[in-house]
């Protein structure tokens, strides 16, 4: 019997513990976001940002999007460009909308992960671009390549055995 009040005792203390570590790392870490700058390229759809926020190394963004135009829109992406304070670009965010009405107002909530979001630009692309893979040997030639395969094939070999 009091093996199981001690039991229970530990997991109450251990519950309370977790509340509170989780209760002050949200306090602690409300403070790490800033408002970021934002603008909004488009002009033929009208898209409202209630929030737009960045810490370090992450960010979000809040809004909502409305069809003004009348028609419905089958496909269309909202294309969050990322920017730091000296203007680089450092990367995009879409969310896709699909079969949008006329009139219909969609909420939107991302977020993204880059280093120094200073500036956000919000603007409507029909796709999105793909992305390419990491390409160790990019801008070399197959011939180079037909030659070099074999050669390091052969030092590692070479390497590797007494």
């Known amino acids: ?16 513990f977790f ?3 989780t209760l002050l790392t949200n306090f602690l870490m409300r403070d790490d976001y800033k ?8 002009e033929s759809l009208a898209i409202t940002v209630s929030e737009c926020k960045a810490a370090y190394s992450t960010g979000y963004i809040k809004g909502s999007v409305i069809n003004n ?3 419905l829109i089958p496909l269309k992406y ?7 304070k000296d203007g680089v670009y450092l990367g995009s965010e879409y969310k896709e909308l699909k079969n949008w009405y006329p009139e219909e107002t969609i909420n939107f909530d991302m977020n993204y992960n880059y280093l120094n979001i200073d500036k956000v630009i919000l603007d409507f692309t029909d796709e999105i671009p793909k992305k390419e893979g ?5 801008g070399v030639d197959n011939e180079t390549l037909a ?3 074999p050669l390091a094939a052969l030092l590692v070999v070479v390497t590797v055995l007494p």
């Open 19 to 21: 509340l509170f570590v």
């Open 1 to 16: 019997m009091g093996t199981m009040k001690k039991f229970w005792m530990y997991f109450w203390m251990f519950i309370g």
């Open 78 to 84: 909202l294309q969050v460009n990322l920017y730091d």
């Open 134 to 138: 990491f390409n160790l040997f990019k």
């Open 35 to 42: 408002n970021t700058n934002y603008e909004i390229k488009a």
């Open 69 to 71: 135009t009348g028609e």
């Open 147 to 149: 030659i070099a395969g």
